[in-house]
């Protein structure tokens, strides 16, 4: 080989060894890789990364391995498990590390990197809700050193230079980080004779240290030093530093802590659609502009977070229909419905002015009125519009909105011009415009066109929108309220996103969810499922742009569903429950597998088991004329039903002409029955592959499998329980693995999960990894035989709440049942005697104080269930509270908050008693209340706060048959 050092003017390259080294406990058959941005750590190639090797050191697995590189080496980098062929299992979440290596470092000097593995938690604090809003100061940290700087030099051979480095985002002004320890230099465990650290941007500190090898082992902590305060040292145990028992031992050490270890921040928050808020200035329904007012309330009430449901147009129907939020006409167009239009123009004429006044009289009801509330808006948006579109459309401010935002909004202002004019939003329908092209699409939008000013008009609803809507949000983001959206999981089949990206969806199918606490028939939502294969040739840069999109608003977001991710409950475009579905994508039963079992007969399993004797039991007399117009009798006593209605759409089609042709009576029984019949089957075939199956969802209630043999149901049972519990859960954890991650990583949005109902076990594992916040109701626990969940159990990453809208509220929910109320008494009160038949303060004090007092990170409150605080607010029945009935797929979205939030906002005995509760409990609560609201506070006598009892002590209610507690 030739020696390059021979040649004249050839220098000899100086190196450094790099050892990595991060303990991190792995399964059986897995293994640890660095990898990074430089071809010595496989320039982003994983199978081209550092594979490191496992040492045990007393309790921990340590994983390390070497490389050597020149001085002045950078490179970023990080951890990922592997399995034996250098497939990546997981990888750590954050940011990427980066390795700098000191200055002026020795040659063939060992550095020495001390990782810990960075979770989804560790991100948590540089989510912009948490660095945006609720960590932001007010004074500006200046970067007194930068974190690639190593400023002491190293001494004798007989020295260890230690660069220690901690994260510490949530910091208050004049407060100082320190480290103290064992070692002389680090104090002798004396705080204030520790090592003060620098700041170095970006919420890491650090400083540098030479310890003498005689100090190791050391032990140390970090500490808070506030001036003219004690020092506040971090929790857990001590830290230890060794230097191993390697014959090569590191002249550099660089110590990377992850973050310094405090109690956990946890804040609370109210939840009310935009559309339920009510104020002196709306228009029959809540506008972005009110939640300036929300804001407001929320920060009297100790409040650091508004949570809305989704906010995106929903126009497909153009009736009140589209009062469902979550089947949105686009994913990233905003609502009409929520626009002020008194802040249109600052130069409104007198008579537009009396026109909204008088609207605002006439549309000022109980619930809202979706048809005539979005005729007024647009209307009187329209006349002012037709007075000022010059000067908005050619203003640099609309222009730049145009520029960043042209890729939706020219599809979407299309799309409402073809709706309105082929009077239909299935694009089906709509002649050479079915079918999307970019070349359509600027003839059609083009300035010279016909129709230009009524493409304008979209554009310029969409551009208020924009403008109202970022006022509200950057007033939040001043005020330390964070801004919480809803990220549904569909798009309607009829929507702006189908109709451009149609390869992106399954249009044959539809979207739901199976049986659960919601609906014993399951759910379907009418979306069509998602083509993930597709989306992942462009990394899903349709959710991407969806997210960026949300960012610009929110600072945090609840994803609708989130098991949508690991799996969606698929059902056939013609199904209309949600009961015969699959889940999409799943391993399902194949013919070979089922036969091996000794089941053969799959027509008998996946066609409807239709005998004489059910019909008679079903239809009675009638059974003859159903079974003439529904069914043929194929074998005796045996039924099947006829092409043209077997399905439930076309159930419902025959039934309605049926019953227009006065045939019939009770025609919702009748069509119950007959969907009964049509899903008793035990196998569904799959559509695309008659030779796989999927165990129809709780087969064993159905006849069919009631007639079969012994052997044929133990073995299905079997099966049954595979499918569901069993064989999906590594395929539906790699699915998500792939999925969420690119939502998560195409903003700085806090991130929380919907998962409520059918849960796989691979769900939480997954959510804690990706540092995904899960959600908690009570009446719904997640844990198997529980009937209601304990909030001082739940984990810290969870939002906790005693309603959601998809259920009843609080009142609502305690009045429904008496013995189901009986039992909570009992169990979670721990009282034998009768309590309220009402919701009554007491009762929402003692629920909503256990939701407070609960380790999750959030207990976030409908405004229905904090009005049961105040007697004053619970006179509305009950019933008209709830937000959404799931049962009902044609339900209509309009309940209104019966408060106008001016009048919330001076109600101070209900203020307090909420603030108390968030104070009490030790949940962080905004602190920049302005001098006028602390005055008017301080003014208030303290209210006489509920005594909230363990069941022991109790105060009797009257006279009655049993003994009545209150709280």
């Known amino acids: ?59 921990e697995l340590i994983w390390s391995g070497t490389i050597s590189v020149p001085t002045g080496f950078e490179s970023e980098y990080s951890y990922y498990v592997v399995d034996g062929e250098k497939n990546v299992l997981r990888w750590e979440m954050g940011k990427k590390r980066k390795l700098s290596l000191p200055e002026g470092i020795q040659d063939g000097v060992l550095v020495e990197l001390h990782d810990l593995w960075q979770t989804g938690d560790d991100t948590l604090p540089f989510r912009s809700a948490f660095k945006d809003v609720i960590f932001r100061r007010s004074c500006n940290l200046k970067i007194e050193r930068p974190l690639a700087v190593t400023e002491n030099k190293l001494g004798h051979e007989h020295s260890v230079l230690v660069h220690f480095k901690i994260c510490c985002p949530n910091i208050e002004e004049d407060t100082s980080i320190y480290v103290f320890g064992s070692s002389t230099k680090l104090g002798k465990w004396k705080a204030q004779d ?38 506040s040292l971090e929790t857990g145990p001590t830290r230890d530093l060794s230097l191993g028992s390697s014959n090569t031992q590191p002249r550099y050490i660089v110590l990377s802590d992850g973050m310094l270890r405090e109690t956990p921040w946890r804040g609370a928050g109210v939840s009310i659609p935009m559309f339920s808020v009510r104020s002196e200035s709306d228009l029959g329904v809540g506008e972005f502009l009110d939640l300036k007012l929300l ?111 042209e890729d939706w909004l020219k599809p979407y202002a299309a799309f409402c011009f073809l709706r309105d004019f082929f009077e239909t939003s299935d694009h089906s329908q709509w002649g050479r415009f079915s079918h999307y092209s970019k070349e359509k699409l600027e003839k059609l939008i083009s300035k010279d066109s016909l129709h230009s000013e009524v493409i304008c008009f979209h554009y310029y609803i969409q551009y208020h929108l924009h403008i ?27 929507s702006v996103d189908t109709w451009v990206y149609p390869n992106l969806f399954r249009m044959n199918t539809s979207t739901g969810a199976p049986p659960d606490y919601f609906d014993k028939n399951g759910q379907n939502w009418g979306f069509p499922t998602y083509n993930w294969e597709e989306m992942s040739k462009d990394n899903y840069a349709w959710w991407r742009a969806r997210l960026s999109q949300m960012a610009k608003y929110f600072t945090a977001y609840r994803i609708d569903h989130i098991l949508g991710f690991f799996r969606i409950w698929e059902l056939p475009e013609h199904a ?35 005998l004489q004797q059910f019909l008679q039991d079903k239809f009675g007399i009638s059974w003859s004329f159903i079974a003439s117009n529904f069914l043929n009798e194929y074998q005796k006593n045996q039924y099947e039903f006829k092409e043209d209605c077997n399905t439930e759409k076309k159930i419902a089609s025959k039934l309605k002409s049926l019953s227009e042709n006065s045939l019939l009576d009770n025609e919702d029984k009748i069509r119950r029955d007959l969907f009964d019949l049509l899903r008793n089957i035990v196998l569904i075939r799959d559509p695309e592959d008659p030779k796989k199956f999927y165990p129809r969802f709780n087969l064993e209630d159905t006849s069919s499998f009631q007639d079969l043999d012994d052997h044929s149901k133990n073995v299905l049972k079997r099966l049954y329980y595979d499918y569901y519990f069993h064989r999906q859960e590594n395929l539906w954890r790699q699915n998500a693995l792939k999925t969420l991650p690119v939502l998560l990583n195409s903003s700085d949005m806090l991130a929380c999960g919907e998962d409520l109902g059918l849960i796989p076990s691979c769900v939480h594992p997954v959510m804690q990894e990706l540092g995904l916040v899960g959600l908690r109701i009570q009446r719904m626990p997640s844990e198997p035989g529980l009937e209601f969940g304990i909030p001082s159990q739940y984990s810290y990453m969870t939002v906790c709440a005693p309603s959601c809208h998809d259920c009843s509220t609080l009142r609502a929910w305690w009045e429904e049942d008496e013995e189901r109320r009986r039992r909570y008494f009992k169990t979670v009160v721990g009282s034998d005697l009768l309590p309220p038949s009402t919701c009554v303060p007491d009762v929402a004090y003692f629920v909503i104080k256990q939701h407070v007092e609960a380790p999750s990170m959030w207990a976030i409150f409908p405004l229905q269930d904090l009005f049961a ?7 509305r029945p009950a019933t008209e509270e709830t937000i959404n009935d799931p049962t009902n797929p044609k339900h ?19 203020v307090t008693t909420i603030k108390d509760l968030v104070q009490d409990s030790g949940r962080a609560y905004p602190v920049g209340q302005s001098v006028a609201q602390a005055k008017r506070e301080a003014a208030v006598p303290a209210t006489e706060k509920q005594q909230i009892v363990n069941g022991k002590e109790k105060i009797s209610l009257g006279t009655q048959k049993e003994p009545v507690a209150v709280l």
């Open 295 to 405: 804001v407001d309330w929320a920060v009297q009430s100790g409040f650091h977070l508004v949570q809305l449901l989704p906010i995106n147009d929903t126009s497909v129907h153009k009736m009140w229909w589209d009062s469902y939020p979550y089947s949105s006409l686009s994913v990233c167009a905003l609502h009409p419905l929520y626009l002020r239009v008194q802040a249109l123009s600052e130069k409104i004429p007198q008579d537009i002015k009396e026109e909204i006044e008088k609207a605002k009289e006439q549309l000022d009801g109980k619930d809202v009125d979706y048809e005539a509330t979005m005729t007024t808006k647009l209307s009187i948006a329209k006349k002012i519009f037709a007075l000022e579109k010059d000067l908005i459309l050619n203003s640099s401010s609309f222009q730049e909105y145009f520029s960043e935002n």
């Open 869 to 875: 605080l105040k007697e004053k607010y619970t006179r």
């Open 892 to 910: 209509y979205w309009r309940y209104r908050v019966h408060v106008t939030l001016e009048s919330l906002i001076k109600d101070n005995e209900l």
């Open 468 to 494: 109202q809507l970022s006022e509200a949000a950057n007033y939040a983001r001043e005020q330390g309220v964070i801004l919480k959206g809803d990220l549904p999981i569909g798009v309607d089949r009829n």
């Open 1 to 59: 080989m030739t020696n390059l050092g021979l040649f004249s003017g050839a220098k000899p390259i100086k190196s450094v060894i790099v050892r990595f080294r991060l303990p991190y406990y792995t399964q059986w058959g897995q293994n640890l890789l660095v990898c990074g941005s430089e071809p010595v750590l496989g320039a982003w190639n994983v199978k081209k990364g550092l594979l490191l090797s496992p040492v045990h050191q007393g309790n």
């Open 194 to 231: 520790g090592l003060k650290l620098s700041y170095a941007g970006d919420s890491i500190w650090h400083a540098d240290c030479v310890l003498p090898k005689t100090d190791f082992p050391i032990k140390y902590k970090y500490s808070k030093y506030r001036n003219a305060e004690s020092f």
């Open 576 to 610: 209309m429950t949600g009961l015969v579905g699959k889940f999409r994508p799943s391993i399902p039963l194949s013919q070979e597998e089922l036969e091996r079992e000794g089941i053969w007969d799959f027509d008998r399993l996946s066609r409807p088991y239709v």
